[in-house]
């Protein structure tokens, strides 16, 4: 169906740091069969996407594993688990007994329904083989190479901690909000000393930080985290407003304040991960 690969992976093939990167929503590739069953013109979509996120993740790269989604969200959100789909757009959809998300029930399924203030996106259902196919060809390959590259530094380092980069849009005034949020789970998928220490980076760079609230992580936590096999896994939400311009658009003049942020964050947590892995060994 699409030709171009969903996904780019950086770094060598063994793994140089426990740290793993992930930045899951910030592709800007849109396939052909995706615009044509458009119901809005594509900008509206921009907020679905987690807008150059992937400048801060490539910017503070220097040699971790680091995967970058290159499929729009729209196509499929690598964020969600692949049973949330929704029966209101995808005929393979079936009406479970089981409780849906908030995110399902809002149209923010594993294939997104609506985007922001522009409602409902797509002209038409689609099929159960359009969606299949977009799990296997995108959705699955994505988190078996993070699985893959978590398990390698698991294997060489005796830990590993998957960064979960991700943006969002403002929370408030910035000088009464907090402008990044962690996200592990309410403890489930990182122990607090490492949010501690991502903590500790935002405070030093003079950015307000919360954890859990409103964001507390999502699919991607859930299936990688396992703490108890020393797999750890936290969500990094920054605030648009922080590294884009005043449109929220492009990059802006705060992008190197975020880069150097998140190097500190990846440094930081590798320092605290790592003692700890080889003193149990």
């Given at each position: 169906m699409t030709a171009s690969p969903s996904f780019v992976r950086h770094g060598p093939g063994e793994p140089v740091s426990p740290v793993?990167?992930?930045?899951?929503?910030?592709?800007?590739?849109?396939?052909?069969?995706?615009?044509?069953?458009?119901?809005?013109?594509l900008t509206a979509l921009r907020p679905l996407e987690d807008r150059h996120a992937d400048a801060i993740a490539l910017g503070a790269h220097e040699g971790e594993t680091l995967f970058i989604a290159t499929r729009a969200r729209a196509w499929i959100d690598l964020n969600r688990s692949e049973k949330e789909r929704d029966p209101k757009?995808?005929?393979?959809?079936?009406?479970?007994?089981?409780?849906?998300?908030?995110?399902?029930?809002?149209?923010?399924?594993?294939?997104?329904?609506?985007?922001?203030?522009?409602g409902e996106i797509w002209r038409r259902r689609l099929s159960d083989e359009e969606v299949i196919e977009r799990i296997e060809t995108d959705h699955r390959p994505y988190h078996e190479a993070v699985g893959a590259a978590l398990a390698?530094?698991?294997?060489?380092?005796?830990?590993?901690?998957?960064?979960?980069?991700?943006?969002?849009?403002?929370?408030g005034p910035p000088a009464r909000s907090p402008r990044v949020v962690l996200g592990d789970r309410f403890g489930r998928s990182a122990p607090a000393r490492l949010v501690g220490r991502l903590e500790g980076v935002a405070r030093a760079h003079g950015v307000a930080c919360a954890a859990n609230a409103p964001y507390s992580g999502g699919?991607?936590?859930?299936?990688?985290?396992?703490?108890?096999?020393?797999?750890?896994a936290i969500q990094i939400e920054f605030d648009r407003s922080l590294y884009l311009?005043?449109?929220?658009?492009?990059?802006?003049?705060?992008?190197?304040?975020?880069?150097?942020?998140?190097?500190?964050?990846?440094?930081?947590?590798?320092?605290?991960?790592?003692?700890?892995?080889?003193?149990?060994e």
């Open positions: 793993v990167l992930s930045v899951p929503h910030a592709g800007r590739d849109y396939p052909l069969p995706l615009r044509a069953a458009l119901r809005v013109p757009l995808d005929d393979g959809a079936t009406m479970s007994a089981q409780p849906q998300s908030a995110k399902l029930r809002s149209g923010l399924g594993l294939v997104p329904r609506r985007a922001g203030a522009s390698a530094a698991r294997a060489r380092f005796g830990v590993a901690v998957l960064l979960d980069i991700h943006s969002m849009p403002p929370l699919h991607i936590l859930e299936r990688h985290a396992d703490p108890r096999r020393g797999i750890h311009d005043a449109q929220l658009d492009q990059p802006g003049p705060g992008l190197a304040l975020a880069i150097r942020m998140l190097r500190s964050m990846i440094d930081s947590v590798a320092d605290e991960a790592l003692p700890r892995a080889m003193a149990a």
